[in-house]
């Protein structure tokens, strides 16, 4: 009844740009904290950065200063902007969040479905 979906991952080369949005849809009374996670090859999966819906932030130490995150509570969206990117940035990225679907039900987790960013010259 909720669905997540990531967009914009793609293939850049080291030192270049991307920028990730995450749009919720379905049935959502309200969404609480918001994030953004991050599998390499071989890797387990990472926090990369989070968001409150009054807009407090919290990055990963590998991501702070080049990666930012935001989000537009009005449209159900979230994104995250990634500059100076390095090859170790090289991940499937999954959106995630908090979200209640009606007054004074009870809050479930979400996952998206991820989308691939391959950083590589």
């Known amino acids: 009844q909720v669905q997540l979906v990531e967009s914009g991952g793609g293939l850049v080369q080291p030192g270049g740009s991307l920028r990730l949005s995450c749009a919720a849809s379905g049935v959502i009374f309200s969404i609480n904290r918001m994030g953004w996670y991050r599998q390499g090859p071989g890797k387990q999966r990472e926090l990369v950065a989070t968001i409150t819906p009054g807009g407090s932030t919290n990055l990963a130490d590998s991501v702070k200063g080049r990666f930012t995150i935001s989000r537009d509570n009005a449209k159900n969206t979230m994104y995250l902007q990634m500059n100076s990117l390095k090859p170790e940035d090289t991940a499937v990225y999954y959106c995630?969040?908090?979200?209640?679907?009606?007054?004074?039900?009870?809050?479930?987790?979400?996952w998206g479905q991820g989308t691939q960013v391959t950083v590589s010259s």
């Open positions: 995630n969040a908090d979200v209640i679907q009606q007054y004074g039900g009870s809050w479930f987790n979400y």
